[in-house]
């Protein structure tokens, strides 16, 4: 299994960016899919997760209401449409390939890790 992340860069505050995660590998559809961020000098922290089938979401209090995930279980694809960006939203994201087929918030719950994508937003 192996997950490519893609579509960070630099923007300024209040713009949107899309993240795409490309998953290869068997058995995409039945597992959940995670964000997760790291900002410089910062742990690791959970920002969204979909369950396998697109149904369920949950979200990071900090993101809630401006990020969206989604996926595309044919294209073995997740997104994270993110919007009003923030400062505070600069990270690397990555996605996840979850162990289970209903989200968790635990890092631990996620068994493949994509590379990661820096997000950087200018004040």
């Known amino acids: 299994v192996q997950l490519q992340a893609s579509g960070g860069g630099l923007v300024q505050a209040g713009a949107s960016l899309r993240l795409s995660c490309a998953a290869s590998?068997?058995?995409?559809?039945?597992?959940?899919m995670g964000w997760f961020r790291q900002a410089p000098g910062k742990a690791r922290v959970f920002v969204s997760t979909?369950?396998?089938?697109?149904?369920?979401?949950y979200y990071a209090d900090a993101v809630k209401g401006r990020f969206t995930i989604s996926r595309d279980n044919a294209e073995n694809m997740v997104f994270l449409e993110m919007n009003g960006l923030k400062p505070e939203d600069t990270a690397v994201y990555y996605c996840?390939?979850?162990?289970?087929?209903?989200?968790?918030?635990?890092?631990?719950?996620?068994?493949?890790w994509g590379q990661g994508t820096l997000v950087t937003v200018s004040s």
């Open positions: 996840a390939r979850g162990r289970m087929s209903w989200g968790s918030m635990r890092d631990q719950d996620y068994g493949y």
């Open positions: 590998g068997r058995a995409f559809s039945v597992t959940s």
């Open positions: 979909i369950s396998a089938n697109g149904a369920i979401t």
